[in-house]
């Protein structure tokens, strides 16, 4: 697990689904997004924190440091993020699964 980089910020107006984040929860980074787009599929409690579609700086600010303020709450988020990654977005799951669903639509 890579504990060089406490959190991953994204605070787009827009987004599709962000491969930014995606690779940031498969290195166990906790992310602060904002709640738009596909943000909100990726980022859950367990692995970060949502901000408002269009987040002041204070509130930014605030984020931030609750991050700082919490090692252990940010430890926890960490083994949030990486447990994300391997459920929603592990490309070796994913990628069996479809496999998967092809067969058996093919027995169909």
Aim: net charge negative; aromatic share 6%.
């Amino acid at each position: 697990m890579f504990v060089g980089v406490d959190v991953f910020v994204n605070v787009s107006s827009t987004e599709g689904t962000p491969v930014s984040i995606m690779e940031a929860v498969s290195c166990g980074i906790p992310v602060l997004a904002t709640a738009v787009g596909g943000n909100v599929e990726i980022v859950q409690e367990r692995n970060g924190y949502l901000l408002s579609e269009n987040p002041t700086p204070d509130e930014i600010a605030d984020a931030l440091l609750i991050v700082c303020d919490n090692r252990e709450e940010i430890l926890k988020k960490r083994k949030g993020s990486r447990a994300v990654w391997q459920e929603r977005y592990n490309e070796t799951t994913n990628f069996e699964a479809f496999a998967q669903a092809l067969v058996e639509i093919r027995k169909r």
